[in-house]
C-alpha cells in the first residue's frame, strides 16, 4: 500500500527534514509554505470576528512552516519515523500518514 507522508516542521528544519527523507529513500516530494500558531501559543487569545483583525493577529504571531508531502511505500514509513524521533527528538514536528487506495494520473499530450 502507499501512504500519502505529510510532515509539518519549522521552516530552519527543512532541510534536515529533506535530508532524512532523501537518506531513508524517498524520491520525490512537494513542499506547501505555511505561517502557523501552535495550540500552546494560541490559549489566552481572543479574535475580533473581522478577517483583518484575524490576519493581522496571524501576521504579528505565526511561525514560519513547511508541510513537507510524500507519497511512499508503506514500509518505508516506520523507518521515516524511527530517524525523525532520535535526530529531530528537540524539535517541534507533526507527521500524518493517510493511506492511499489508488492514484490516477492523467498526462494528456501537449
Known amino acids: 500500500m502507499k501512504v500519502h507522508l505529510r510532515v509539518f516542521v519549522e521552516v530552519e528544519n527543512l532541510g534536515r527534514v529533506m535530508n532524512i527523507l532523501a537518506d531513508e529513500g524517498v524520491t520525490g516530494f512537494y513542499i506547501v509554505e505555511y505561517k502557523g500558531v501552535s495550540p500552546t501559543e494560541w490559549r489566552g487569545f481572543s479574535i475580533k470576528e473581522d478577517p483583518k483583525s484575524a490576519i493581522s493577529l496571524i501576521h504579528d ?10 507519497v511512499v511505500d508503506e514500509e518505508l514509513v516506520e523507518p521515516i519515523v524511527a530517524r525523525f524521533s532520535r535526530e529531530l527528538a528537540d524539535e ?4 500524518i500518514e493517510i ?5 490516477i494520473v492523467n498526462s494528456p499530450p501537449e
Request: include cysteine; charged fraction near 25%; aromatic fraction near 10%.
Open 61 to 70: 504571531y505565526a511561525r514560519d512552516a513547511v508541510l513537507v508531502c510524500s
Open 92 to 95: 517541534k514536528y507533526t507527521i
Open 99 to 103: 493511506p492511499i487506495r489508488r492514484i
